[in-house]
């Protein structure tokens, strides 16, 4: 019999599906939703719109490179199948990995998100919508838009998941000792 904390620790596939299938959509929606907004209400490259006076303004750009504008020497296709490899990666991790538990999924379905996003626009426009832009004065970090703060929100929280989650037999939430059985890890 299983303990309660493996239950916390090893959740089933139908839970992973309605993680998967109520972050991804949410977070694409998003990220979708606001990039047909800036398209809409936006000139690129020509203005800034003060959201928050000094800290934070929208400005619309395209990034043909990877995040942040970072490599753009990289050829669109090959970026399209590094993007659409990662996704398939994450997505198999999320429904197939043997161990898991729901901060786990959630942070990669986040990360999925963002993906399929960035992605999405990869393919339609061949560039990413960029439009956020935060910094004091001169001193601004480079524009980024709603699935990039998906998939760092998502990379953070597996961070702390990972940092703070105790490994098996080292006073971690899974025990196999009071129940007589080997967990799913230490079966393979």
């Given at each position: 019999m299983a303990t309660d904390s493996q239950y916390v620790q090893n959740i089933t596939l139908r839970k992973r599906a309605k993680l998967f299938f109520f972050i991804v959509p949410a977070?694409?929606?998003?990220?979708?939703?606001?990039?047909?907004?800036?398209?809409r209400m936006m000139v690129p490259y020509e203005e800034t719109i003060p959201v928050i006076?000094?800290?934070?303004?929208?400005?619309?750009?395209?990034?043909k490179g990877i995040a942040f504008g970072l490599n753009p020497v990289i050829p669109g296709w090959l970026l399209i199948l590094i993007a659409v490899s990662v996704a398939i990666l994450v997505i198999i991790y999320i429904f197939f990995a043997q161990y898991s538990?729901?901060?786990?999924?959630?942070?990669l379905c986040l990360i999925a998100g963002g993906a399929i996003g960035n992605l999405f626009d990869r393919?339609?426009?061949?560039?990413?919508?960029?439009?956020?832009?935060?910094?004091?004065?001169?001193?601004?970090?480079?524009?980024?838009?709603v699935a990039d703060i998906s998939v760092t929100c998502g990379a953070i929280l597996l961070a702390l998941r990972l940092f703070f989650?105790?490994?098996?037999?080292?006073?971690?939430?899974?025990?196999?000792?009071?129940?007589?059985?080997?967990?799913?890890?230490?079966?393979?």
């Open positions: 977070t694409f929606l998003a990220d979708y939703l606001s990039k047909c907004l800036v398209q006076d000094g800290l934070v303004k929208l400005r619309f750009i395209y990034n538990d729901v901060a786990g999924v959630a942070a393919i339609v426009y061949g560039r990413v919508i960029d439009f956020i832009e935060i910094g004091i004065k001169d001193l601004t970090w480079p524009v980024f838009n989650h105790k490994p098996d037999g080292a006073g971690g939430s899974q025990s196999s000792e009071t129940s007589g059985q080997s967990s799913p890890s230490q079966r393979s």
